[in-house]
Every structure is written in structure tokens, then in C-alpha cells.
């Protein structure tokens, strides 16, 4: 009886043990994915700032790695496409900006990517 219940207990603890290793490696890729979406957001703000205070999407400059303790290990991929556009019947036309930001997190299997794409004029 003594054996049965000690197979049983064991049992029990290998389950358990496998649960929480589970619930840590999702909560691990969770915040990983969430600091690759922050790296992006970061990535394509910085873009918007570069190509509207410099010459247009040349200004932009890619990759962009990040040092702040939040993001280090981070880096936004930066890809941006103008178009020149009359709108509302303004004269002279006006040039929009497609930003698109791959935020890029982790290596191997750890590794996170998010994309946010920014339209400006």
C-alpha cells in the first residue's frame, strides 16, 4: 500500500513539474513578443522623425539596435516607400510615407518578430 502511494505522489509531482515548466516558457515567449512589438513601435517612431526632418525616406536609416535596458537585444528593421499624392485638391502635391518596422527579439527558438506599419504626410 505504502509503495502505491508513494508511485501515486511521484506521479503527481512529475505532472505538476511539467505544468509549471509550461506556464514559464509561455510567459517567457509572451514578454519576449511584447518587448519585439515595443522594438517596432520604437523603430517606426524614429523613422517618422527621420523621414520627416530629413530629405524623405532616404534619411531613413536601418537597422536600428537598441541599448535601453527594456529593449537591449532588440533591433528594428526599417523599410519606407513614398508616394507623392494630391489630396483635397492641394497644389503642390503632397508626399506620404510608408513606414513599415519589423521589431526582432531573441534568438532561435526564443526569438520574437512584430510588424507595424505607419502612414505620415
Known amino acids: 500500500m505504502a509503495l502505491f502511494v ?4 511521484a506521479l503527481l509531482v512529475a505532472v505538476m513539474a511539467q505544468l509549471q515548466q509550461g506556464g514559464a516558457e509561455a510567459v517567457s515567449l509572451q514578454i519576449q513578443s511584447q518587448r519585439a512589438l515595443f522594438a517596432a513601435e520604437s523603430g517606426a517612431q524614429v523613422g517618422v522623425r527621420e523621414a520627416l526632418e530629413g530629405s524623405g525616406c532616404s534619411a531613413v536609416s536601418s537597422p536600428k539596435t537598441f541599448t535601453v535596458p527594456g529593449l ?3 533591433r528594428a528593421v526599417m523599410d519606407c516607400e513614398s508616394v507623392s499624392a494630391e489630396l483635397t485638391g492641394k497644389s503642390p502635391a503632397e508626399e506620404i510615407f510608408t513606414l513599415t518596422s519589423t521589431g526582432q527579439c531573441g ?11 505607419v502612414k505620415v504626410r
Request: aromatic content about 0%; some cysteine; glycine content about 12%.
Open 6 to 9: 508513494i508511485t501515486v505522489l
Open 72 to 74: 537591449s537585444g532588440c
Open 107 to 117: 534568438t532561435g527558438i526564443d526569438r520574437a518578430e512584430r510588424v507595424v506599419e
